[in-house]
């Protein structure tokens, strides 16, 4: 026992004094194997900052570390170094340079195995000790809070000291502990992101790999993942770099997400918030769907990207299914929505002259005011958005708008010279406008009269997001062409296609339009994956259910500052009375409750969660909403809250 103490000692006395040599500017990230090397990392870490005060220590572990020579069962020394570091045990351990720990400033976090000597010594000298049951009972990020205040009161900085056998052998592969009930390393990441936001975090301590469990890197890949989490730069500085290298095209929220899961997301300091957006639409499965990733990972292991100048032997099965699944002849796939708008605008335009038989250059296309179909030069010329046309004009020509929800305005404005009228079944950017029963079904009667192709754009509504597969079905609608995107990529990559049948897309050939990236097989292998989702889940019939109770909860329990409350299936909108709360301020507020949300048209808050919410989570955020609006409007006598 005395040569292996001497060896101890002597090894803690040599990473004590690396870490005095090291420039106080520089941040301490320590990679050991043992976790007895503590015993020279956090005195010397004290000493750091004794000119200041006191170090305080989180230690993540599951054991206790507290024997001393006289209660050791085993005589194993790596039993002994938070003893050590609290000044209790054999002289050589306690006698490192530096000052030892107050007690009452030190937490331990995960532990799930000790000896009884262990804890009554713990408990004596006022350690906090948060076992697996307590975090299994309250969350690992509000413990992580609580040993936040622990560590931090009255005292100068704070240290981590991170022993991998804290996590459970199942989400972790490199530990040597295989007792089960551990940490998972996706809750202990997160909660790690709290550091960030901690000014007196003075050092990070990472023990216990064993690269030899590790073949395949993944334990190094969760301890790159842990430092990162802990060490990355925090929101104010990522929102900074943002603006100041980044084009101000944008205006986000002040958030900075750092990993999703189903319908929730976290940020960099590790709030977690509800996502009531996914994505405009484009996360329907959630967030990290596990088909869907293993879909994504196969793939890009086999072929990513080969341009369209080959064939590929995933696209030609997504195209099959895409025409099977919706009833139509042809698909055209591309990237994104615009490209997908922008694909059909010229497909039809070229059927009116091929089979139509309009005069050269004159074949024009109806839209609806108030439209969101993006933001190419020829797309925002058909707009009626002041600001998203301002400055970027001369645009195309042979564009006519009419007003939305107004078939008699459609009637009147077609001439032998129309092309096509685009259309969205629900106006979602346009403030979650849902037009009146019928409106599209005696659209699709007009264009058949009048021999002009309707178009649907299902780029936000379609795949279910609506309470049926297409939002058109919803009045029995099969138009001449669809516009599919955002949720087809899964949440993962951006996969369109524009759908129609032969008689209106053959009138392409090769050349007359393409995109090196559209049809790539990695999406065309996550959008079949997204297609068998669909049918196998429906849940386009989680999307009616649920968006009939989130409008009815919403509406019942509106306060004064909501106006309206419309949508259809979990495409919904709440109206503001801007002259008690604007929209954008309203985003803000519920952000900070935890509710991830976006404004549209200053008046309109929208709610999108991902289809597979479920009826208790949907429950607690609507609570969450209800709350928050039902304050802002108590507030109301103090004047209209702004941004």
Known sequence: MEERLKSVAGLARSVAHQLAALNPA???????GDHAIAIGTWPAIASRVATRGTLGLIWIDAHLDSHTGASTHSGNIHGMPLAAVLGEGDSLLTAIPGPRLDPHNVCIIGARSWEPEEFERLQRLGVTIFDMATIRERGLSAVFSDALGVVRRNTAAFGVTLDLDALDPTS???VTCLESGGLAADELSDALLALRACPDFAALEIVEYVPGLDPLGAGAAWIAEFAGAALGPGTALLRAKEQHFGAHNYAPLPVVFHRGQGVWLWDVEGRRYLDMM?????????????????????????????????STDRLPLLLERLCTMFGY?????????????????????KWAYKVKGVAPDRAGIIACEGNFHGRSIAIVGMSSEAQYRDGFGPFPPGFTLVPYADADALEAAITPDTAAFLVEAVQGEGGIIVPPDGYLARCAEICRRNNVLLVVDEVQTGLGRTGRLLACEHEGVHPDGVILGKALGGGLLPVSAFLADAAVMDVLHPGDHGSTFG?????????????????????WENAARLGEHLMRRLADGAPPCVKAVRGRGLLVGIELDPRILDAATGAELLLARGIATKDTHHTVLRFAPPLVIDDAVLDGGIDVILDTL??????????????
């Open 519 to 539: 049809g790539n097989p990695l999406g065309a292998a996550v959008a079949l994956e997204v297609l068998d989702l669909l049918e196998e889940t429906r849940p």
């Open 278 to 310: 996914s994505a405009y639409s484009a996360v329907s499965f959630g967030h990290g769907h596990p088909r869907l990733l293993r879909a994504l990972n196969d793939q890009a292991q086999r072929l990513a990207l080969t341009s369209r100048a080959y």
């Open 26 to 32: 520089r941040f301490p990230l320590i990679l050991g």
């Open 630 to 643: 039902a304050t802002a409007s108590r507030r109301r006598e103090h004047g209209p809250l702004h941004g």
């Open 329 to 349: 002849e042809r698909a055209l796939p591309v990237n994104t929505g615009l490209e997908a708008v922008e694909t059909a605008l010229k497909t039809v335009r």
């Open 172 to 174: 972790f592969p490199a």
